[in-house]
């Protein structure tokens, strides 16, 4: 049966929000998401029972969250490759909002911290599955290139996901003026660049290329004019 919370189990969330991306799950100390929360330290084990049931109650919460922003415009109405689209920029939308707690996430899991892992384990395939079945689905309708699903997967996360992790760690170490944090904030996190990338390998994978080359047909067949036969007088 759930216990009473007057709030205090979500307020504790909320803290855990803030803290996490910082300590990780080594790190978080109970005590101090206690005191963040404004709560008695007791509070968090009448609620969550150990440090790991909140982790993982934690996790869980923020996943569902994004995955709810994927799977609406996934499950929408309308050709795949659209859907594909908006649940590509819905997914880079929530990774900029929560960029620091998704990078925590994988640092653990790649650390070998156990609820981490199982975290990853349970939940990766929700997006994946989701993701890779809209891909499949717009190469069935033809407005994508065949491609080997996974392999596709990761072209599609390496161009519209992956520099959001990266530039800004590159920008944190300085590694230049042209990987300034003004730079990375206008040329990869904002929501323009998002979805020039998005747009950007959507074509490259088929779709765009078909889509000019229609137009460039269809613009040409509307400039083609018939000629005069030879000889033939303008009066």
């Not at 929360?37 to 440090?51: D, E, I, N, Q």
């Not at 960029?99 to 790649?110: H, T």
């Not at 229609?214 to 613009?219: C, F, L």
């Amino acid at each position: 049966m759930p216990r009473p919370s007057q709030g205090i189990d979500q307020a504790l969330l909320r803290s855990g929000r803030v803290l996490y991306p910082a300590s990780g799950c080594a790190g978080l100390s109970m005590r101090a998401l206690a005191e963040h929360a404004g709560a008695r330290l007791s509070m968090v084990h009448y609620h969550f029972g150990t440090k790991d049931q909140f982790l993982r109650t934690l996790l869980q919460q923020m996943y569902d969250e994004g995955f709810a922003r994927l799977a609406a415009p996934a499950g929408a109405g309308g050709p795949a490759l659209g859907r594909l689209r908006e649940a590509l920029l819905a997914l880079g939308a929530f990774l900029r909002e929560q960029r620091p707690f998704a990078a925590r996430v994988w640092a653990d899991a790649a650390a070998g911290e156990p609820v981490a892992r199982a975290f990853v384990r349970a939940n990766a395939p929700r997006h994946l599955g989701l993701l890779t079945g809209l891909m499949q689905q717009a190469e069935a309708d033809g407005a994508l290139d065949p491609m080997p699903p996974l392999q596709r997967f990761v072209f599609v996360m390496g161009a519209v996901v992956a520099p959001m992790f990266i530039a800004p760690v590159a920008a944190d170490i300085g590694v230049g003026p042209a990987v300034s944090a003004r730079a990375v904030q206008a040329q990869v996190l904002a929501e323009s660049a998002i979805a020039d990338r998005v747009d950007r390998v959507l074509a490259a994978l088929g779709a765009g290329r078909r889509a000019r080359v229609r137009r460039i047909g269809a613009a040409g067949a509307r400039k083609r004019v018939p000629r005069a036969p030879r000889g033939a007088s303008g009066g």
